[in-house]
């Protein structure tokens, strides 16, 4: 996470607009006076909040746990479902 002082993030917005939008970093905007900023996309922030959502739910939480340990392999491909699904 890059870090730099709030004064200077609207001079510098046009350079960092590239690194949080199409990188997807996430910029520290630290301050004296106040307290400590981070500037993120939308899209990165909706996902974050999908994330914490799916996740706040332990049966959710659980199976994605479990998917994840699913060897890629036998996973069902979308063509598949498209076709039983008759899409």
Do not use: C
Request: overall charge negative; cysteine-free.
């Amino acid at each position: 996470m890059q870090t730099i002082q709030s004064a200077d993030f609207q001079s510098q917005l046009p350079q960092l607009s590239e690194l949080i939008i199409q990188q997807h970093q996430t910029i520290r905007l630290v301050s004296k006076q106040e307290e400590n900023m981070v500037v993120m996309s939308e899209r990165d922030y909706n996902s974050l909040q999908e994330t914490l959502y799916l996740l706040s739910n332990a049966h959710n939480a659980e199976h994605l746990r479990q998917a994840q340990q699913e060897p890629l392999n036998q996973a069902i491909q979308w063509e598949a479902i498209k076709a039983q699904l008759q899409l």
